[in-house]
């Protein structure tokens, strides 16, 4: 019962906030204003509070750990506020420095580790056995997970539905993982992130009538990130620390392939341009549907490898 309830009373409670945040952010401005580097051509409204309140309150309703759902409740809602921002100052015609969101997104994972969500070991690839991490590295590993894979949802959130749906199907793989490794904590709140982000999709999918924005964007990452620290990381074989980079897999390259590519260009690897797979995918001749379904099947194919890998373990 508590699996459904996870599943369809995240898809309930965003479905229903939709409406009033959408009201919300169009009565004051809260929008996505199109300029030369973006895809879309009229203003769209930031509604990604819907997943931050219906994620937020529904975790408190499932029978998960306090720790766990204090840590992703404040850890959440600080990345959330910390994007928000961000959203307000660009609605207004401004951009928010790197260096302020960064330092939220510290804060973010810190509240994450407080709470007792931590990279406590690793998997020793050439002995196979463990590598136990002193406190101070253990924080170290752990915001150094939650802020990357905060970022690159953030980064692939660049056409309709894209970071919305590699989430889900992220979410999806890790509960999947999580079934069989026996851990229903991580597989509720898989579910919760399975349920919200296909409520989300039903309105951000292309044509989109609605944006994550950054506070959307970042909280969906950070969230994601903490399913990881909780399930597949806890595992004492090498499939905790291959799982979660295969299933983030794409996210990962083409976030990698940019801060290379700028780096080698002399450009600052924080400042957002069109040099992104799904932009390239465009500029080849796709429509944003079309490039959505294929980075949509590419993501499902690393999460197969990842389940594969996950599999042959237990065998």
């Given at each position: 019962?508590?699996?459904?309830?996870?599943?369809?009373?995240?898809?309930?409670?965003?479905?229903?906030?939709?409406?009033r945040l959408y009201s919300f952010s169009v009565?004051?401005?809260?929008?996505?204003?199109?300029?030369?580097?973006?895809?879309?051509?009229?203003?769209?409204?930031?509604?990604?509070?819907?997943?931050?309140?219906?994620?937020?309150?529904?975790?408190?309703?499932?029978?998960?750990?306090?720790?766990?759902?204090?840590?992703?409740?404040?850890?959440?809602?600080?990345?959330?506020?910390?994007?928000?921002?961000?959203?307000?100052?660009?609605?207004?015609?401004?951009?928010?420095?790197?260096?302020?969101?960064?330092?939220?997104?510290?804060?973010?994972?810190?509240?994450?580790?407080?709470?007792?969500?931590?990279?406590?070991?690793?998997?020793?690839?050439?002995?196979?056995?463990?590598?136990?991490?002193?406190?101070?590295?253990?924080?170290?590993?752990?915001?150094?997970?939650?802020?990357?894979?905060?970022?690159?949802?953030?980064?692939?959130?660049?056409?309709?539905?894209?970071?919305?749906?590699?989430?889900?199907?992220?979410?999806?793989?890790?509960?999947?993982?999580?079934?069989?490794?026996?851990?229903?904590?991580?597989?509720?709140?898989?579910?919760?992130?399975?349920?919200?982000?296909?409520?989300?999709?039903?309105?951000?999918?292309?044509?989109?009538?609605?944006?994550?924005?950054?506070?959307?964007?970042?909280?969906?990452?950070?969230?994601?990130?903490?399913?990881?620290?909780?399930?597949?990381?806890?595992?004492?074989?090498?499939?905790?620390?291959?799982?979660?980079?295969?299933?983030?897999?794409?996210?990962?390259?083409?976030?990698?392939?940019?801060?290379?590519?700028?780096?080698?260009?002399?450009?600052?690897?924080?400042?957002?341009?069109?040099?992104?797979?799904?932009?390239?995918?465009?500029?080849?001749?796709?429509?944003?549907?079309?490039?959505?379904?294929?980075?949509?099947?590419?993501?499902?194919?690393?999460?197969?490898?990842?389940?594969?890998?996950?599999?042959?373990?237990?065998?």
């Amino acid at each position: 019962m508590a699996y459904v309830l996870a599943l369809c009373g995240a898809f309930a409670l965003v479905t229903a906030i939709m409406p009033r945040l959408y009201s919300f952010s169009v009565r004051h401005g809260i929008v996505d204003r199109p300029t030369a580097r973006k895809v879309h051509e009229i203003p769209m409204p930031f509604v990604g509070a819907a997943l931050w309140v219906g994620i937020s309150l529904l975790l408190w309703t499932l029978p998960i750990d306090n720790g766990l759902a204090l840590g992703l409740s404040l850890g959440g809602t600080i990345a959330f506020v910390v994007g928000f921002v961000d959203d307000l100052v660009k609605s207004r015609g401004g951009d928010m420095s790197a260096a302020p969101k960064l330092l939220g997104q510290i804060f973010a994972a810190s509240a994450l580790y407080w709470a007792g969500v931590q990279v406590e070991f690793l998997s020793n690839p050439f002995s196979g056995g463990l590598i136990f991490l002193a406190p101070g590295l253990s924080w170290l590993v752990t915001v150094i997970w939650v802020v990357a894979v905060t970022n690159i949802i953030n980064f692939m959130d660049g056409l309709d539905g894209l970071a919305c749906g590699i989430v889900n199907i992220a979410a999806l793989t890790m509960g999947i993982i999580a079934y069989f490794m026996g851990q229903p904590t991580t597989l509720l709140v898989s579910l919760v992130l399975v349920g919200g982000t296909l409520a989300f999709l039903r309105y951000n999918f292309n044509p989109a009538k609605v944006f994550l924005g950054d506070g959307g964007a970042y909280f969906l990452g950070f969230v994601l990130a903490a399913v990881s620290v909780e399930g597949a990381f806890k595992s004492a074989t090498l499939v905790g620390l291959l799982v979660p980079i295969l299933v983030l897999g794409l996210p990962i390259f083409d976030t990698m392939y940019n801060i290379v590519r700028r780096l080698l260009s002399g450009k600052p690897i924080y400042v957002a341009d069109r040099g992104h797979t799904h932009h390239r995918l465009l500029q080849a001749g796709l429509s944003q549907k079309q490039t959505v379904l294929v980075m949509y099947l590419v993501s499902i194919c690393f999460s197969l490898t990842a389940l594969v890998v996950m599999f042959a373990s237990r065998w």
